[in-house]
């Protein structure tokens, strides 16, 4: 079984920083992608940034320039450095990740069960 655990979620003032870390545990193989998605209210989960075994990054528009992703494989997880912070980064984050196990063919996605981040005076 694979399981995805974040933390680092909370309150945070506009302007302020938070560093969000998800963890990887169960018997993996290999780990491709690792990214992190957020859902504010009322909208649609959307893509914050991913980064690829090798190191490449990619980044919202949004979020570009503010947040910085990293991973750490010998730890297997991924993490999320936010500064900057606006309202509007207030969301669910999720990590995900696209894995295999010991016993996969295949890469399979897996999700976290989500952070919750407010930024909020």
């Known amino acids: 079984q694979v399981q995805l655990v974040e933390s680092g979620g909370g309150l945070v003032q506009p302007g302020g920083s938070l560093r969000l870390s998800c963890a990887a545990s169960g018997s993996i193989y290999s780990i491709n992608t690792m990214g992190w998605y957020r859902q504010a209210p009322g909208k649609q989960r959307e893509l914050v940034a991913v980064?690829?075994?090798?190191?490449?990054?990619n980044y919202a528009a949004s979020v570009k320039g503010r947040f910085t992703i990293s991973r750490d494989n010998t730890k297997r997880t991924v993490y999320l450095q936010m500064n900057s912070l606006k309202p509007e980064d207030t969301a669910v984050y999720y990590c995900?990740?696209?894995?295999?196990?010991?016993?996969?063919?295949?890469?399979?996605?897996?999700w976290g069960q989500g952070t919750q981040v407010t930024v909020s005076s």
């Open positions: 980064i690829t075994s090798d190191g490449s990054t």
């Open positions: 995900n990740a696209n894995l295999k196990t010991h016993l996969d063919t295949w890469y399979t996605t897996y």
